[in-house]
């Protein structure tokens, strides 16, 4: 067989590729001491990606960890990846310096900007990521997280999603997971922008499907892309469908800001962009991530990040427990039983009814472990060449902490698979315990910011509405329970299900 011209050239240009990858991955080995963590044979270039079940990619890295064990490696095209599924070495590694990083893939892609520079709170690192961490927990803190005065606002939206409910009562309805998002997402606006909504404006509606649904609907379908970007020389539109949806982002967050710096008085700042314009115009100092257009472009990814990780995993949460209390209706009717002893129907819980309120504190925390949404959390990156526990991480290695498989490690649990709440119960069953392996908000440097406002939006939102109603699947649909399989996607989220609200108090 005679080969053309273009074909062997392009065989040439593999060959060189695939040298040139081999000899650069040798060198990076030759300075360190230690090995590489064994795990599952890939290809040349794309490593294990093609292996990866894109409708559940990371559950794939959970599936690995039962062959290969507490800590193994894979690749993702040219990025090294290590999966740690034990406990001590992940709170260990977190909680380190070197291990604090964060994974670039494909040169930005993922971030806001493609000029090089990472920004946010989620992507940075360094003297910007702790610059910019520490400023936002120190003015949301300022702005009610934690205190009476956001209990307030998130009360503000639970009052309207139980006017909701009640005016759905015995009404088949399936658009539990987007009416939650609207709530949170309207929670976090009014701190952020300064500005609340009604749930039915479509303002916040358009808002809050740009942010949750479409994020969602792209992570299914990006896939690939985000790792190897190079993907969409041979027609993948995954990474152009993400950079637009990103880009939208961009617009529609640089829009408010342009509108709060008209408006912008130094001395009586309204909301948390407006203290953010005013660390950026005191800022001298070049190398700060408040320092003039770096400040501004800094704003936008953080105003991003908050509802990247605030009303995502919040809304995804509480869709979930509405399933879970039409799953398990001896659950829910103990949540019920507790909240009309200690609570009872004249006034509504508060959050300084959480310490006598252990089973809902207790199903919460089970919630947490059984659905682990996010199955090996945001990855970490090593800042810098390292050895631990005799295994080399050359600079750059991600690292991903198996949050599932330490969630439903039969060691620790005993039965993971079955939902139980009273496992975080003391044995008089008086008391809330918490458990270290109990880590959905991830551990170390990077803790989730956002795990306090999440928290208390959970317990208000469960507590207050099994005070009121009773949730069942719709008896006149057979289809009305999907089952607790998620959806395909980076995040589990549940299928599509059907309930009808029973008022308690009619």
């Not at 005679?2 to 392009?10: E, H």
């Not at 658009?175 to 606006?189: E, F, P, T, Y």
């Not at 800094?298 to 949460?317: E, Y």
């Amino acid at each position: 067989m005679v080969l053309s011209l273009p074909v062997l050239g392009g065989l040439f240009t593999f060959v060189a590729l695939l040298y040139y990858w081999v000899t650069k991955q040798d060198k990076k080995m030759e300075k360190l001491e230690g090995i590489i963590a064994p795990g599952p044979r890939g290809l040349p270039l794309v490593g294990n990606i093609f292996q990866l079940d894109w409708k559940h990619p990371f559950m794939t890295f959970v599936k690995w960890a039962e062959e290969y064990g507490d800590i193994y490696s894979a690749s993702m095209g040219s990025q090294r990846v290590y999966v740690v599924t034990d406990l001590k070495m992940v709170k260990e590694m977190f909680s380190q310096e070197v291990f604090s990083g964060r994974l670039n893939p494909g040169r930005g892609v993922n971030d806001l900007y493609t000029n090089g520079q990472m920004h946010g709170v989620i992507n940075t690192e360094g003297r910007h990521w702790e610059d910019l961490r520490r400023f936002t927990l120190r003015q949301l803190r300022d702005f009610g997280f934690g205190k009476s005065s956001m209990e307030v606002l998130i009360m503000d939206e639970l009052t309207e999603i139980l006017e909701w409910m009640k005016s759905q009562k015995d009404l088949p309805v399936t658009d539990v997971k987007q009416r939650m998002a609207i709530a949170v997402v309207n929670s976090l606006w009014t701190v952020v922008a300064g500005k609340r909504y009604k749930h039915t404006d479509p303002a916040v509606v358009r808002l809050t499907k740009d942010i949750t649904e479409t994020m969602e609907e792209l992570g299914k379908k990006a896939g690939p892309g985000i790792m190897m970007p190079w993907l969409k020389y041979v027609g993948f539109k995954g990474v152009e469908m993400w950079r637009n949806h990103l880009e939208r982002i961009k617009l529609m967050f640089s829009t408010v800001m342009s509108e709060h710096k008209e408006t912008y008085s130094e001395d009586s700042p309204r909301d948390f962009i407006d203290v953010f314009l005013r660390e950026i115009a005191s800022c001298i100092d070049e190398d700060s991530p408040f320092f003039k257009e770096v400040g501004y472009r800094q704003l936008i990814a953080v105003i991003k990040d908050l509802f990247d990780a605030g009303s995502q995993s919040s809304s995804i949460t509480l869709t979930w427990i509405f399933l879970y209390l039409a799953t398990f209706p001896d659950v829910q009717k103990k949540l019920q039983d507790e909240v009309d002893r200690v609570v009872g129907n004249s006034r509504q819980c508060s959050l300084s009814d959480r310490p006598n309120l252990p089973y809902v504190e207790s199903f919460l925390a089970e919630v947490h472990r059984f659905t682990s949404a996010a199955p090996v959390g945001v990855p970490h990156r090593a800042l810098a060449d390292t050895t631990y526990k005799g295994y080399a991480f050359p600079k750059g290695t991600a690292i991903m902490a198996n949050q599932y498989g330490i969630h439903y490690n039969e060691k620790i649990w005993g039965d993971p698979s079955n939902f139980r709440p009273e496992r975080f119960l003391s044995p008089d069953g008086a008391k809330f315990q918490k458990h270290e392996a109990l880590i959905p908000f991830s551990t170390g440097r990077r803790q989730c910011a956002g795990e306090t406002l999440a928290r208390d939006t959970l317990f208000l939102y469960t507590s207050n509405i099994c005070q009121r109603f009773e949730i069942k699947f719709d008896p006149n649909d057979a289809k009305a329970n999907p089952g607790l399989k998620p959806s395909a996607g980076f995040i589990l989220t549940p299928q599509v299900f059907k309930v009808v609200f029973k008022d308690r108090l009619d």
